[in-house]
Every structure is written in structure tokens, then in C-alpha cells.
């Protein structure tokens, strides 16, 4: 148990950095407040432009990538732990009274930590999706389970830990699922906002 404490204290005080939360504050926007009220990156690009909202998918992103490749040495149990805790931390960040984002920035850093394929993958199918339909959330839900499911049909026995993560993750859309499902839901032309 004692050589999972670092894995574990690591991932999830790294993950716990709110960086979305930060790079809107920088431009001052509280995110809680503005938009969908999440704080992930996807509320940045929408209300602080491309720049701003690039940064903080990137940082989120690479919190979930970075706590896996330092434990890199200790062995696959201690990364898996490592990036799951990842993003705990981000959904439940002690900096910010425990009220995180939903977890998808930081699982796509973790997969690409285990398992590049799998994050390229996420990615691909995120950008079609989101392409296509305008909805992040849409995106973000079969962007996690096209992942996971990728996972298990290369054989890799963590893919049920890739399944949990994306399960739990998808359950914190649940407002946004409501959304979708009345037509309701916010798009966002992320594509655009990038190229233009
Ligand atoms: O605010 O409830 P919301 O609508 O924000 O948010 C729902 C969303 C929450 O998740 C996020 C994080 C989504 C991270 C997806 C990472 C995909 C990689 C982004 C790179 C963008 C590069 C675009 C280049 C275009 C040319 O589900």
C-alpha cells in the first residue's frame, strides 16, 4: 500500500490545480458564474476566446498526462492510480471548496499518458464529433467510451479502469445529457473559434 501513497498524493494535488479556473480569472471572468458555471476548458473558450481557452485545455489536458509519466518507473498500477486520481482531484479540487469540472480534459491526459493510441482516439472522435454537431458535452461523452471500448479491443487489461473513468466522467454531464436530450443545450463552434 505505502508505495501507491505517492502515486496517489501526487495525482491528486496536481490534478487538483484548477487551471481553467485560473486562466479565466487571469482575464477576469469567474467561470462558476459565466456560461455553463463549469469549470473546464470548454467554459473558457466559449467566454475568454481562443487563447485563453486553448491554454486551459492544454493544461488540464497535460496535469492528467504529467502525474503518469512521473511514476512512469513505478510501474502501471502506479500510473493508472496516479492519473484516476488526476482527475479527482480535478472534479474534486480542495482549492476550490471540492467543486471541480467534469473530468474529461484531465481522463484525455491520463489516456495519453497510459496508452497514446487510445488518447489519439479520444481526440480524433472528439474533433469529429464536435465538428459536426457543435456540442462539447456530445463530444466529450462518446469521444470517453469510444476510448475505453478502443481500449478493450487492443487487449489491454486496464481498460475496465479506462471504462470507470469515462463512466464517471459522463456522470457528471448529466445536466448537460437533460439538455441535450430536450434541445436545449449550449453549442459552441469550437472549431470556429479555434480558426479564426
Ligand atoms: O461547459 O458543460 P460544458 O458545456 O470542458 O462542458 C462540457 C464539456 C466539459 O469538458 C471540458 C473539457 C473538454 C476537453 C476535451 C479536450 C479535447 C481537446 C481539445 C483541443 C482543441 C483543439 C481544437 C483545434 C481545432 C482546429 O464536456
Redesign the pocket.
Known amino acids: 500500500m505505502r508505495e501507491y501513497l505517492f502515486p496517489i498524493l501526487l495525482g491528486y494535488f496536481i490534478g487538483a490545480i484548477p487551471f481553467s479556473f485560473i486562466i479565466a480569472k487571469i482575464k477576469g471572468i469567474d467561470l462558476r458564474k459565466t456560461?455553463?458555471g463549469?469549470v473546464?476548458?470548454?467554459?473558457v473558450l466559449?467566454n475568454a476566446g481562443a487563447l485563453y481557452g486553448?491554454i486551459a485545455?492544454f493544461l488540464?489536458?497535460f496535469k492528467g498526462f504529467v502525474v503518469v509519466l512521473i511514476v512512469k518507473d513505478l510501474g502501471i498500477n502506479a500510473q493508472l492510480l496516479a492519473g484516476s486520481f488526476a482527475v479527482f482531484g480535478h472534479c474534486f479540487p480542495i482549492y476550490l471548496k471540492f467543486k471541480g469540472?467534469?473530468g474529461?480534459?484531465t481522463t484525455?491526459g491520463m489516456f495519453f499518458g497510459v496508452y497514446p493510441l487510445s488518447g489519439a482516439v479520444f481526440?480524433g472522435i472528439?474533433?469529429l464529433v464536435v465538428g459536426v454537431t457543435q456540442y462539447?458535452?456530445l463530444?466529450?461523452i462518446i469521444a470517453l467510451l469510444s476510448a475505453s471500448i478502443f481500449t478493450l479491443l487492443a487487449g489491454k487489461d486496464y481498460w475496465l479502469i479506462f471504462l470507470a473513468l469515462s463512466l464517471f466522467s459522463i456522470l457528471r454531464?448529466r445536466s448537460?445529457i437533460q439538455r441535450l436530450v430536450n434541445g436545449a443545450e449550449?453549442k459552441?463552434d469550437?472549431?470556429d473559434i479555434?480558426?479564426k
Open positions: 456560461g455553463s463549469n473546464g476548458g470548454t467554459n466559449r486553448g485545455f488540464d489536458i469540472g467534469k474529461v480534459a484525455l481526440f472528439w474533433l462539447v458535452s463530444a466529450s454531464h448537460n449550449r459552441t469550437v472549431i479555434f480558426l
